[in-house]
C-alpha cells in the first residue's frame, strides 16, 4: 500500500512501517535505501536514527552497524529501544555480558520514544542468543501481549532460532497464525 500510494506523496516522506516491513522481510537493501531518503529528508528523526543500524545488524555488517549504533546513541542514550538494539549487536557478535548489561539498562528506563514491544522483542532475542531461551520466550510473549504479534517475523528472525521447537514458542506462532493469519495483510 505504501509504495502504491507513494506516488501520490510528492516529496516520498517516509514512514517508520515501511522500514520495519522491509527489514522483517529480509529485504535489507531497501530498508537501507529508505532509511537513507528518510535520513536526507529529516536528519535529526530519531526514528530513522533508531532503525539505521538494523539492516548492517541483520546482515551481520558488524562495522556499519558499530558506527550507526553510535551514532543512535549520540541522539539517544538512553532510550531503552536503542539500547537494546545495542545489546543484540553485542549478542550477535558473541559478547553476552555486554548485551546482557545493555538488556538491563534498557528494562531500567521506564520511557522511550518508541513502542515498549520493540524492546521487549530485542530483550528476547539477546536472551536467545544467551542461551537463556525461557526467559527469553516470556519475554517474547510480553512482546507480542503488548502489540507485537508479527509471528512470519518470529520465525525468519535468526536471533529466535533458539527457541525454534520450544512447545511454547510452536504453541504461540500457531496461536497468532489462527489469529492473524498470512494472507490477512493482502485483502
Known amino acids: 500500500m505504501y509504495e502504491k500510494g507513494s506516488v501520490f506523496q510528492p516529496k516520498k516522506q517516509v514512514s517508520p512501517s515501511i522500514v520495519q516491513v522491509y527489514l522483517w522481510n529480509g529485504e535489507y537493501d531497501l530498508a537501507r535505501e529508505t532509511i537513507r531518503e528518510w535520513r536526507a529528508e529529516n536528519p535529526g528523526n530519531k526514528y530513522a536514527i533508531s532503525l539505521a543500524p538494523h539492516p548492517a ?26 539500547v537494546s538494539s545495542q545489546g543484540v549487536f553485542y549478542a550477535l557478535t558473541g559478547k553476552h555480558e555486554k548485551a546482557l548489561e545493555c538488556m538491563a539498562k ?23 542468543l544467551s542461551g537463556k531461551r525461557e526467559t527469553a520466550f516470556e519475554w517474547l510473549e510480553r512482546s507480542v501481549t503488548t502489540g507485537f504479534a508479527c509471528w512470519p517475523f518470529f520465525l525468519k528472525d535468526h536471533c529466535l532460532k533458539n527457541l525454534h521447537g520450544l512447545a511454547e514458542f510452536d504453541l504461540l506462532v500457531s496461536s497468532l497464525q489462527a489469529k492473524y493469519p498470512e494472507h490477512l495483510g493482502l485483502l
Open 106 to 128: 534498557a528494562c531500567a528506563s521506564p520511557k522511550s520514544f518508541g513502542h515498549a514491544h520493540h524492546t521487549y522483542y530485542q530483550i528476547a532475542c539477546i536472551l536467545a
Open 57 to 82: 545488524i541483520m546482515t551481520g555488517d558488524w562495522k556499519q552497524a558499530k558506527a550507526l549504533l553510535d551514532d543512535a546513541l549520540q541522539l539517544l542514550p538512553d532510550d531503552p529501544i536503542v
